[in-house]
């Protein structure tokens, strides 16, 4: 059996059980009163989380996961999708760990996925990633059912890979009919001035909202934003149109690392929900 142990545990968040607990009980608390409960009843298929360490970024994370917590919908398997900052592995490769252990526990990859059509299975790719390990604990803390993961890393974010991914998590399920939840792991904009990096993140958000794929791509070429994770947002957007109804995205917390530590170059964070408006007569 191959077990995924933690790599960032003690840098990127807590090396004890205990103290991951308190700390995201602790910005749960401080986010109780901003956080969108109103979204729990949505149906939503996933949301885009950013992957920095728990001090800078779990203030904008826990947003999404606290409405997944109290939601009340007991999902089957959640697909991590990240992307690759370390250069190991395929295009897109899934992870070829029976289990993934963090400092709560162990979880197993869901293997009845496996594989995707279009993909590779390893366990290089996140061996010494971030971007996915740090939504387990999580996951963990906030859900109290057992459930599997899927991660997925992306190496080469285009469109085309957004949509083949999307397609192929979708028609998996349609034979495997599980409950299903897309995580797409991202930061945004790094090292710019606050100003800059909110100008610049809301151009990529524009054409989230508007669920233009093509549009996310084309503008972070042209402008030279550094969204690390606009593949799996991406698919995250072709997977919830795959769905019947309005595809509808929602931010539930943005900001950055200058307001954890004061400087005049940061890191954007911002969670999103994704959902499917039923259509009405």
């Known amino acids: 059996m191959k077990i995924r142990k933690p790599y960032v545990a003690g840098r990127f968040y807590p090396s004890g059980a205990a103290e991951i607990k308190k700390q995201l009980a602790g910005l ?7 956080i969108r409960y109103d979204l729990c009843n949505t149906g939503f298929t996933g949301g885009v989380v950013p992957h920095a360490g728990y001090m800078f970024s779990a203030r904008q994370a826990i947003h999404f996961f606290e409405i997944l917590r109290v939601c009340g919908k007991r999902f089957d398997t959640f697909f991590i999708l990240n992307p690759n900052h370390t250069g190991i592995g395929k295009e897109i490769e899934m ?16 293997r009845d996925f496996y594989p995707l059509e279009g993909t590779t299975e390893s366990t290089e790719a996140q061996r010494h990633e971030h971007s996915g390990e740090v939504m387990l604990p999580m996951l963990q803390y906030f859900l109290d059912y057992p459930f599997r993961i899927v991660p997925i890393t992306l190496s080469r974010q285009n469109p085309e890979n957004a949509v083949a991914v999307a397609r192929a998590v979708y028609e998996a399920n349609l034979k495997l009919k599980k409950k ?51 593949g799996p947002i991406m698919a995250l957007m072709e997977y919830t149109l795959l769905h019947p109804g309005t595809a509808v995205a929602e931010i539930l917390k943005r900001g950055h690392s200058g307001e954890v530590i004061p400087s005049s170059d940061v890191v954007d964070y911002i969670s999103m929900l994704f959902y499917n408006q039923k259509q009405t007569k």
Not at 28 to 34: L, W
Not at 95 to 110: A, F, H, I
Request: proline share 3%.
């Open 28 to 34: 749960v608390e401080e986010e109780r009163k901003n």
């Open 95 to 110: 992870d070829g760990n029976d289990l993934w252990e963090t400092p709560l526990g162990q979880v197993e990859t869901d």
């Open 180 to 230: 299903i939840c897309i995580i797409a792991s991202s930061d945004f904009s790094h090292f710019l001035s606050p100003e800059e990096g909110r100008m610049k993140d809301q151009l990529v958000v524009d054409e989230i909202l508007k669920f233009n794929s093509r549009g996310v791509y084309e503008i972070i070429r042209q402008n030279n934003i550094s969204v690390c994770g606009f």
